[in-house]
């Protein structure tokens, strides 16, 4: 084994790991409840599963996942019903899978079956249930899944060098704090200028480490990349289709966490462009391309954001299978033509597949669903290219770290509210002249006309309209608009905190910050609260 | 809760809307004066808002409004219990709002009977029991406080939403 492999290998077993343990909490967890089981979430844990055990070439492995993914089909369709028996051969199965991937299985030795029989069982189930029909209504899926997120440490390998500059920096604040505080009790004997002076002296040390502190947590793309390489190079070889991976942003640094959680969108991403977009080298030549396909991976920034992309010079998307499946699916009305864009971001919806037959590899329509949540999760955005016989563009747009933005404060009655600075492209003086009560008004923007949102009447803040308001302007999808504020506090960096429970995940809000004089001020939400506003007004209101 | 069952146990009262309520002390985690709170436009009614605990951000629940008493008044007295509850299997932090703090009282299973079928303030769902305190004629009622957060709001949730001016006063003001 080389050593580029080991390594991909022993990532894929830290995964495996965690995904089996899920896989087997999902089970279990299936079996005790009655009603509509939480398949869903199993399926995206099987599938990402499978997708590594694949890169890694654990082709037995594989099989019987994909055993496992067809039988957890037919329960979803009610084909079979899930007994006691068949419970604990699924659990058995992820056992074998344990062992097969090189892990500790969970049972005792005593009650564990061969992998073949284990195999063999698990075929002659799905054979004694008839096939099923695709689905073509769409099944019920709960609009968050609450997926049990395994306990496991998350760990960091960070440079000695990293650490020890942090030390360092850690003991010259200690002594600047310890001079600050020496001066402050002595405050009579200097001016205000010189406890200043000693303040921004440990200020500047402060910022050092909170800089330091940020880039600990950075680390190149390449890592996450790399693994791809072969998986591109096996499917390839299994399908008979000519792919050159091309990889290129390889050292753009990105957080942890996002490298982490970028990770199985982009297998799925992967997977589907081999699968459904990739041609065989007959088909290719036959359309007056280059027999080899290439498929790419790029990272870059962009505008202040992390841009991936996975590009592949394939077949490109079948608008006319796409809408074809929508209208059956019911997302589409049969008279309804939606524009390019809305058309392409119809194939992230959960349970979307145009594939005609479900593979190994793809056609289940649970990817898609894997890649946006992952990426909403991230406060990131996923978008769709494609040229029909020329191929398509899959854009994932990134914050590039997941703690701190730039911050556009703006007040409205007593309280704060925070901006996203990249969502801000200027601010105007709403002249009273133009300004009715309401939630929502026009503006005349140098002569075009510029929807604004009264944040004030849209929160029910209450209290009365000052004289003079503020208008923020914002772009988003669709173009301009404007959200109407009391006064405009200025820009600075914004700590982001997670709003926790109860308050998580509200429309318009996408987390909270602490402001200097330790209140909290929220962080809004722009596109959403643009969604809203739209939906409660009339749809041309925005147009 | 195997804390309430143990032979003696510690429990922290406190007032709302004129009655004593008390959880089990284990879940308390401190008390700490009504400061500032913000509001979360879209949050249930029964969450008064967000404040900042020592840098993380905790919600503040006004159990007044989750368990339908009459609507708490500030007061000088007023102040947040900070306690610890499970919801799902997650422990999570959380504030409650109170109108004035009671005490620490301590009662073995002889102390607490259990609460009647009907005529309690508050559903009889919520309550772990009553407690007899010395020779006070009156009975704190315990509360279940995870059941308390994971049940429905005894009214809807809009009926019980203030007019917007008094709101925004009532959770953004300081206590004087």
Known sequence: MTPEMEKIHGLFLAEAEEQLATLEQGLLALERTSGSPPLASLQCTLHTFKGGAGAVGLTAAVELAHLLEDLLTLLEARAVVLHAGLGSLMLQAVDVLREQVGLEPASESAQRLPALEVRRLLESTLKASQPVQARVTAPERPASPAEPTAHREHTLRVGLGRLDRMLDLTGEIAIARGRLAEMLTQAHRYTPQQLMEAHRDGDRLYLDLQELVMKVRMVPIGRTFQPFVRTVRDLGLAMGKQVRCELSGEDVEVDTTIAELIRDPLTHLVRNAMDHGLETPEVRQARGKAPTGTLSLRAFHDAGTLVIQVVDDGTGLDRERITARARTRGLLGPEETPDEGALLRLILAPGFSTAERITELSGRGVGMDVVKRNVESLRGTVSVDSLPGQGTTFSLRLPLTLSIIEGFNVAVGGETYVIPLQNVLECVELPAAESRPGSTGVFHLRGSPLPFLRLREHFALGGSTPARENLVIISHERGLAGLAVDTLLGQGQTVIKPLGRFCQGLPGLSGSTLLGDGRVALILDVPALLQQALQAASPAALA | ?176
Not at chain 2, 69 to 78: F, G, K, Y
């Open chain 2, 1 to 176: 809760m195997s804390e309430e069952n143990s032979a003696a146990t510690q429990y922290l009262s406190f007032i709302l809307a004129g009655e004593e309520y008390a959880l089990g002390i284990l879940r308390v985690k401190e008390i700490i004066e009504y400061d500032t709170v913000t509001r979360v436009p879209g949050a249930p009614a029964w969450v008064r808002g967000v404040f900042n605990l020592r840098g993380s951000v905790v919600p503040v629940v006004d159990l007044t409004v989750k368990l339908g008493l009459p609507p708490i008044q500030l007061t000088r007295r007023s102040c947040i219990v900070v306690v610890e509850v499970r919801q799902g299997n997650e422990d999570i932090v959380l504030g409650l709002l109170a109108d004035a703090i009671g005490q620490v009282i301590e009662l073995g299973p002889e102390d607490v009977a259990p609460p009647p079928a009907f005529g309690t303030q508050v559903h009889v769902e919520y309550l772990l029991g009553m407690g007899r305190v010395g020779t006070a004629r009156k009975f704190i009622l315990l509360l279940d406080i995870d059941k308390v957060l994971s049940g429905q709001e005894v009214l809807s949730a809009t009926a019980l939403r203030a007019p917007p001016g008094e709101d925004t006063e009532r959770t953004t003001g300081k206590v004087a």
